[in-house]
């Protein structure tokens, strides 16, 4: 059938193993993803995907909502506490639902199947190719500039580049994971070495005595409750990705020290060198200069590093194309997950027979991304994505606490203390109600509206299970073209 169908009703069967091969009873092979990912990668994967294009972008945005330098510090500050109180939460999730798939599987094994099929139809056609279309386009804005000096790029060629670089992320993907997670490395290493060129060269500044935007720091801070939830939007938005690791659960080694380990690791570093990248921009600009930049980075670059300012633009492409890499790996993984428990097409939970990729889940994920780079640009995503995000980001913390309080026997190997995962649910319910009881959008009303849609489709297509015959055909002609094969769930 097109869309698997699941005879379990306990949402938290997670002791019996589900072999979605046909032939696992028959004794043959299992064809399931390699466990490629350690704990440099893991690391490589939170960071690299983290450090995009936020932290060269969205500075000024928080300094234009809180309206001072000391208070939009204490924010980048505070929307890193509370990326790593959600990852050490997701660490404890990850370590009792030992499965791929991040929050679509945590709400599916807590809450059921139709919060789940919401979260993952919202996710897969919207939200996660949205996100990595804008991160690909800036990608190209930042590569293209060289080549038209003193003008804006023309759209037609800033479209192809951002294309391009998802047809590129699509081949490396689906070729190997061990090269994707290579690609990770060598590209999170490079953005990691251009923010400390930055921080360097804000601690020189600061030695000469160029501290003046700090001088009267919360003078003008603004107040209200929505202004600051839309600020902490922008401040979220460059720390995204604290939560990948865990859409690749099954891909990791030993995930049950893996995953913990490398949230400790990744996170903290990222918080310290955004916090010392913000203070360099700020030893660098006034906070007029800043609020007044289009790209904070690139105007760092021409003050600081004159003749040399080219480096800038270079590691901000550089930085977008390994997040938008990062972005892919794990995206394609929800879309995979959600194939194989029933909620989407059966050919999306299959596997390359020698490649041991999810192929035709990263090709979905490619084809709607190019259908929203060539749809138009995303000037206003950051406040609309954080919205989604959020939301679901609260359902899965409120599922923690269930397991927490009611099902404290199940084995896990890394606990959190309730504490943190409260204050986590207490920041998403305020992130998603704020802007709404403060400064409501009609926007926002058309992504509850998206996000229900999806009724349309569930009852049908899950819940009574009709499966059209002319799917069943596709499917197989699909399964002939691309080599792939249905998988089997890690047992363990």
């Not at 990770?184 to 030695?207: R, W």
């Not at 995204?240 to 949230?263: F, M």
């Amino acid at each position: 059938s097109t869309m698997r169908e699941r005879k379990t009703t306990d949402p938290l069967h997670l002791a019996r193993p589900l072999h979605l091969s046909t032939d696992v009873s028959e004794g043959k092979e299992k064809l399931r993803l390699k466990q490629e990912v350690g704990l440099i990668s893991g690391v490589s994967l939170i960071a690299g995907t983290m450090i995009g294009s936020g932290i060269f972008m969205s500075p000024e945005w928080v300094l234009h909502h809180m309206g001072n330098p000391a208070s939009s510090l204490l924010i980048w500050a505070a929307c890193g506490l509370l990326a790593m109180f959600g990852a050490l939460s997701y660490a404890e999730l990850g370590t009792i639902i030992k499965e791929s798939g991040g929050e679509y599987i945590y709400i599916l094994r807590t809450f059921g199947s139709f919060p789940a099929f919401l979260f993952a139809y919202t996710s897969i056609i919207l939200v996660r190719p949205a996100g990595l279309a804008a991160v690909c386009l800036s990608f190209a804005e930042y590569a293209i500039a060289p080549f038209y000096p003193g003008c804006s790029s023309p759209q037609v060629a800033v479209k192809c580049t951002a294309a391009a670089c998802i047809l590129i992320l699509t081949i490396i993907n689906c070729l190997n994971v061990r090269l994707a997670t290579s690609v990770m490395n060598i590209f999170t290493a490079a953005k990691l070495l251009a923010l400390l060129v930055i921080v360097v060269g804000g601690l020189v500044l600061l030695a000469n005595g160029q501290t003046q935007s700090f001088q009267n720091g919360f003078q003008g801070t603004t107040a209200g409750i929505g202004t600051v939830g839309v600020a902490f939007y922008q401040g979220l938005w460059s720390y995204d990705g604290w939560n990948n690791l865990n859409y690749v659960t099954e891909e990791l080694k030993k995930p049950e020290v893996t995953l913990p380990r490398a949230v400790m690791i990744a996170i903290p570093l990222v918080t310290c060198l955004y916090l010392l990248v913000n203070v360099s921009y700020l030893a660098a600009m006034s906070p007029s200069e800043l609020l007044s930049s289009g790209a904070v980075a690139v105007t760092w670059g021409d003050k600081v590093l004159g003749s040399w300012a080219w480096l800038i633009s270079l590691s901000v492409a550089l930085s977008t194309f390994g997040s938008s890499n990062g972005t892919f790996f794990s995206g394609g993984r929800v879309c995979y997950i959600a194939a194989r428990e029933g909620h989407m097409p059966d050919i999306l939970s299959m596997a390359h027979v020698r490649c041991l990729t999810p192929s035709p889940a990263l090709l979905f994920t490619s084809a709607m991304s190019l259908i929203m780079i060539v749809s138009g640009n995303f000037t206003s995503i950051v406040n609309f994505f954080s919205f989604m995000a959020w939301l679901f980001y609260g359902m899965t913390i409120s599922g923690l606490l269930y397991l927490k309080i009611k099902k404290p026997e199940l084995p896990r190997s890394y606990k959190v203390p309730i504490i943190i995962p409260i204050i986590v649910l207490m920041a998403a319910v305020y992130l998603v109600l704020a802007p709404i009881i403060d400064q409501p959008q009609i926007e926002i009303l058309y992504i509850v509206l998206f996000i229900f849609s999806g009724i349309i489709f569930y009852f049908p297509l899950v819940h009574f299970k009709y499966h059209p015959r002319f799917l069943q055909k596709v499917t197989l002609h699909l399964q002939l073209l691309l080599e792939v094969a249905p998988t089997t769930r890690d047992a363990n």
